[in-house]
């Protein structure tokens, strides 16, 4: 079965700090790989995706995630964290039986002044 | 360019009461999906249209739940009578395709209270 799992519930960093969100998944073909992010009280965002390429994939607001194939994981990182990075962060996979999002179940990024 | 519209923001109810959530997609979004995100948790697919048609209700209570998307473009979700357990908030999403190398985009969703 296609999965995805968030290792961390919550991640707290210092800002200025490098900062690495966890994901890793499970598919039977080549993974479609996403980050979303989601502020207080908003609607989900989308960050950036890997479908195939450059295994470091760049996205919005200085965010960028490592595809590791012989790990099964897509981590989200960042050299440098602010505080208005603090937000919920959710890693997905699409399902290839049906080209749907399977979504993980969230971390909570912390980022201290 | 507009993204997606919901409404209500908020919606506080009594149980066995009815509740309708809308949904106005970004315009040319051929899919729109409805999803039901409860708190710490990621967002549930209920379902899933193409065009004015579902091609994915699965996950929906068929019991109490119902929507519809005339036309193709706005879309209404309806809980009736709702439950204690139906307090969660309901995103609306859309995209270009279904297919999913693009992206989702979200609405802001609508926050259901059942007391």
């Known amino acids: 079965a296609q999965s995805v799992a968030q290792p961390e519930d919550q991640v707290n960093v210092a800002e200025g700090n490098p900062l690495t969100v966890k994901c890793t998944y499970s598919?039977?073909?080549?993974?479609?790989l996403f980050w979303y992010v989601q502020y207080p009280n908003r609607g989900l965002q989308f960050l950036l995706k890997?479908?195939?390429?450059d295994n470091l994939v760049k996205g919005s607001y200085g965010f960028e995630a490592e595809f590791n194939k012989s790990q099964t994981s897509f981590h989200l990182k960042k050299p440098s964290a602010l505080v208005s990075d603090s937000a919920l962060y959710f890693c997905a996979v699409r399902d290839d039986s049906n080209y749907q999002l399977i979504w993980g179940a969230g971390t909570k990024l912390i980022i201290k002044p | 360019e507009a993204g997606v519209v919901q409404s209500p923001r908020y919606k506080i109810i009594e149980k066995k009461q009815p509740v309708a959530f809308w949904c106005n997609p970004i315009s040319g979004h051929n899919t729109l999906y409805w999803y039901r995100q409860n708190l710490g948790q990621g967002p549930e697919l209920l379902i899933r249209y193409e065009n004015e048609e579902a091609v994915d209700d699965s996950q929906l209570p068929k019991d109490r739940f119902s929507a519809e998307r005339l036309k193709g473009v706005d879309s209404t979700l309806k809980i009736q009578p709702a439950e204690l357990g139906d307090s969660a908030v309901y995103l609306c999403?859309?995209?270009?395709?279904?297919?999913?190398?693009?992206?989702?985009?979200f609405g802001e969703g609508s926050r259901l209270t059942v007391l």
């Open positions: 890997y479908i195939t390429g």
């Open positions: 999403a859309s995209s270009l395709q279904s297919s999913n190398t693009g992206e989702l985009f």
């Open positions: 598919v039977s073909g080549n993974p479609y």
